[in-house]
């Protein structure tokens, strides 16, 4: 966690977007399908979204992970669109300074 997440913290608004986001992560260790991965990313989406006013993503390592897993060949077109998506909307959050220090969560 770096300064400006620690300083956010401060913010009530703020620790209810990290805790929404943990709220949509847990959506993913329920699905049992590739419907419930779609669902789930929509939910993730969703909440970065309606917080887009921070220019930070909370959870960032997890929500790589999930993003990653979501994106496994076996896994149907449906739910690589529902990924690229979150990818996208993630990157339009954070701007090209911070991708290009946290490229390395998104790969």
């Keep these: 966690m770096n ?6 913290l401060s913010d ?16 993913f260790e329920y699905s049992s399908e590739w419907a419930d991965l779609i ?3 929509g939910k993730l ?4 979204q309606n917080n887009a006013k921070y220019q930070v ?5 997890t929500i790589g992970k999930r993003l990653a897993q979501c994106l496994h060949p076996a896994l149907p077109s449906g739910v690589h669109r529902k990924a690229l998506e979150t990818y996208e909307i ?3 959050i954070i701007g090209s300074k911070r991708l290009a220090k946290d490229l390395f969560l998104y790969r």
């Design 45 to 48: 989406n969703k909440v970065l």
């Design 39 to 41: 669902s789930a990313l």
């Design 12 to 27: 009530s608004k703020y620790r209810n977007y990290v805790a929404a986001v943990d709220k949509a992560l847990k959506n």
């Design 57 to 61: 993503v909370p959870k960032k390592l």
């Design 3 to 8: 300064a400006e997440e620690v300083e956010l």
């Design 90 to 92: 993630i990157f339009k």
